[in-house]
């Protein structure tokens, strides 16, 4: 017993060790990049052809200082922030809805239903952009931020629907029938008590439809033709080839495009984490 318990403490620690190594080398392989482009963004041309991975020599703050100072940047931020928001107000409250029906009620044809949004995971964005481009402009949101709005509320409905649905049918019946009992109707059961009791699983799909959002690139780029609303991933390619012999600034940019994401995501992640696992863990 001794030696079968020494040999399985071994084994246990080789694969302890053996994944402490995988996570330090998956942490290399996100965090080096990002060292890379925030330590080049205070370097010119000049250094980052004969000095890559060393520090600067001089440092050049400007590069940081005259993105912070740009108008443009602030503008195409803001854009972002409002169409993500916007676009997860609408999803979230929408697919809440449709979730509620489809976790509660029992109708001829449901499954059906809800097959038809889980077929949507399944069809392609890039597929609709010319149809979509036809209805959009026919009427007329084109360099509407509606016109971004809009789809990317329907495309984010079916996982968002299929979450909440997750979540909404591990609420117990029995607080319904006492909701019910104290003279609660459907939608106060729905507004007053599933909702607060499902806001995990909300704070996750929020978190999923304003990241979503914000890494949209092609929507926007097919619809918004004023410049007056990029968003940051459309100014990150204007800047590009505005600078695109300017390394240094370029890297810069990115940097200060990517610290919102990164902001919002390390205060999200515990939202995101817990509202993805309370589903399985109350199941």
């Known amino acids: 017993m001794t030696v079968t318990s020494e040999a399985a403490l071994r084994r246990s620690r080789t694969r302890s060790v053996l994944l402490q190594l995988l996570v330090a080398v998956l942490a290399a392989i996100v965090v080096v990049p990002l060292l890379f482009a925030a ?4 370097k010119n041309t000049s250094q980052l052809s004969y000095n890559a991975f060393g520090l600067p020599d001089p440092w050049v703050p400007s590069n940081y200082i005259d993105i912070i100072l740009s108008f443009s940047f602030w503008r195409q931020l803001a854009n972002s922030v409002v169409i993500a928001l916007a676009t997860t107000v609408i999803v979230v409250g929408l697919a809440a809805m449709a979730a509620f029906v489809f976790a509660r009620f029992a109708f001829r044809g449901r499954e059906v ?29 084109l360099d509407n931020p509606l016109g971004v709005i809009l789809p990317q509320a329907a495309f984010g409905l079916p996982v968002t629907i299929i979450i909440l649905r997750q979540f909404f049918r591990t609420i117990p019946r029995e607080i319904e029938e006492a909701a019910t009992i104290d003279g609660c109707g459907t939608f106060g059961f729905f507004w007053r008590i599933l909702l607060p009791m499902a806001r995990p699983a909300l704070a996750t799909v929020s978190v999923l439809a304003i990241v979503a959002s914000w890494n949209n690139f092609f929507l926007p780029l097919v619809i918004l033709n004023d410049p007056g609303w990029w968003t940051i991933p459309l100014g ?18 990115i940097m200060l495009a990517m610290v919102p994401a990164l902001a919002f995501y390390g205060v999200a992640e515990r939202q995101l984490i817990g509202g993805l696992t309370a589903g399985a863990s109350k199941g």
């Open 39 to 42: 330590i080049g963004g205070f």
């Open 236 to 253: 990150v390619q204007q800047f590009y080839g505005e600078y695109s012999s300017d390394t240094g600034r370029i890297l810069a940019y």
């Open 113 to 141: 239903i809800f097959t038809l949004f889980a077929v949507g995971l399944m069809f392609p964005f890039a597929v609709a952009i010319l149809p979509l481009f036809v209805l959009l402009r026919s009427l007329g949101l």
